[in-house]
């Protein structure tokens, strides 16, 4: 199993213009929010945008959460309209030569209060260190261990219900699986995500996502992934 899921130079490519069409999508989600527009009008835009790009498809069901929808990490778009001091996070991925993506932002639909700010921050400097950790012949359980310490460290370790990554190729979940109990080592040309999150339920959520390949250490995404506010 030490070399399997691993992807050639070419498979890679591939898998970088799979992001690449996802964060053109990712701007047109961007745009599209406007106060009162709902979460399920936003999925009906990736849905199209990623169509129009050539995507052969999604690669797993479009995630748009606002407000209290966003505490939940696999929440289904409603009818929920988007309010000012709502974040809005949005996972998606599209598959293109059989190759999947995925990615994760977290965006502030107008000013966002202390509490979600420090969560928010909390979060992204738990993505950084998760990433940083990514190298050949390194544990999978080190990387959880990177991003979950952060968030530990500053009071959130409940709030983090999930894994930090898992792997992602012709399957939009794969081996390795970055968690607390994976015995999984990384291995150079294998992608992974790096997506820690935190959920405080009924209020709002925050997770942010990328993918990385062993030996690169550097997102797909040319999306930051500071603080974006809108409004
Ligand atoms: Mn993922």
Same mark, same amino acid.
């Given at each position: 199993?030490?070399?399997?899921?691993?992807?050639?130079?070419?498979?890679?490519?591939?898998?970088?213009?799979?992001?690449?069409?996802?964060?053109?999508?990712?701007?047109?989600?961007?745009?599209?929010?406007?106060?009162?527009?709902?979460?399920?009008?936003?999925?009906?835009?990736?849905?199209?945008?990623?169509?129009?790009?050539?995507?052969?498809? *999604?690669?797993?069901? *479009?995630?748009?959460?606002?407000?209290?929808?966003?505490?939940?990490?696999?929440?289904? +778009?409603?009818?929920?309209?988007?309010?000012?001091?709502?974040?809005?996070?949005?996972?998606?991925?599209?598959?293109?030569?059989?190759?999947?993506?995925?990615?994760?932002?977290?965006?502030?639909?107008?000013?966002?209060?202390?509490?979600?700010?420090?969560?928010?921050?909390?979060?992204?400097?738990?993505?950084?260190?998760?990433?940083?950790?990514?190298?050949?012949?390194?544990?999978?359980?080190?990387?959880?261990?990177?991003?979950?310490?952060?968030?530990?460290?500053?009071?959130?370790?409940?709030?983090?219900?999930?894994?930090?990554?898992?792997?992602?190729?012709?399957?939009?979940?794969? +081996? +390795? *699986?970055?968690?607390? *109990?994976?015995?999984?080592?990384?291995?150079?040309?294998? @992608?992974?995500?790096?997506? +820690?999150? @935190?959920?405080?339920?009924?209020?709002?959520?925050?997770?942010?996502?990328?993918?990385?390949? @062993?030996?690169?250490?550097?997102?797909?995404?040319?999306?930051?992934?500071?603080?974006? @506010?809108?409004?």
């Amino acid at each position: 199993m030490q070399n399997s899921y691993v992807k050639s130079a070419s498979e890679i490519a591939v898998m970088k213009r799979a992001a690449a069409i996802t964060d053109d999508v990712f701007d047109c989600v961007l745009a599209a929010l406007d106060e009162g527009v709902s979460e399920k009008e936003i999925a009906a835009l990736i849905e199209k945008e990623f169509s129009a790009r050539g995507a052969e498809g *999604t690669s797993f069901d *479009t995630i748009v959460a606002f407000g209290a929808g966003g505490a939940e990490p696999h929440h289904v +778009p409603a009818d929920t309209r988007l309010e000012r001091g709502m974040f809005v996070t949005v996972d998606m991925g599209c598959v293109v030569e059989g190759l999947c993506s995925d990615f994760t932002r977290t965006v502030a639909f107008w000013e966002p209060d202390a509490e979600m700010k420090a969560a928010y921050d909390s979060v992204y400097r738990a993505r950084k260190a998760g990433v940083a950790s990514v190298g050949d012949g390194v544990p999978c359980k080190d990387v959880d261990a990177a991003a979950r310490g952060i968030l530990s460290e500053d009071g959130y370790a409940e709030y983090f219900v999930h894994g930090t990554g898992h792997g992602v190729g012709s399957l939009i979940h794969e +081996p +390795p *699986t970055l968690n607390a *109990t994976s015995e999984d080592v990384l291995r150079c040309g294998q @992608v992974v995500t790096v997506e +820690p999150g @935190v959920y405080f339920p009924g209020k709002f959520g925050v997770r942010i996502e990328d993918m990385v390949a @062993v030996g690169e250490n550097r997102p797909f995404s040319r999306h930051s992934t500071e603080l974006i @506010v809108i409004g």
